[in-house]
């Protein structure tokens, strides 16, 4: 699957599309996933602001790490996700990545 960092930004969010800073904790991320998974699915992309600005995931693995282990160390049972990285210029100019976890 190959997304664009031009709609990710733009498109609308709903019942299955959201955007989150990447700022956000592992707990706020499971409850999201979850209520994807229980619904239709969709897509979580982290490292976008609620307002369209790119603020990307680069420059903390570990807590990139961590929302990566959510939807196993935080779902019961596990949630199956496919995790993608889309390349992309932040805010400040700088190359960077945002994270998007399709749940089926």
Do not use: W
């Not at 709609?7 to 999201?32: C, H, M, N, P, Y």
Request: aromatic share 6%; charged share 25%.
């Amino acid at each position: 699957m190959t997304y664009d960092i031009q709609i990710l930004q733009q498109q609308a969010e709903g019942q299955q599309f959201d955007r989150k800073s990447f700022r956000i904790d592992a707990k706020t991320l499971a409850v999201l996933v979850v209520a994807l998974a229980n619904a239709d699915g969709g897509d979580v992309v982290i490292g976008i602001e609620d307002d369209g600005r790119i603020t990307g995931i680069n420059g903390d693995e570990d807590h990139l790490n961590e929302l990566l282990r959510v939807p196993f160390d935080f779902c019961l049972p596990s949630v199956p996700v496919e995790v993608h990285f889309v390349d992309c210029v932040d805010e400040k100019g700088s190359s960077n990545r945002v994270l998007v976890m399709h749940v089926e």
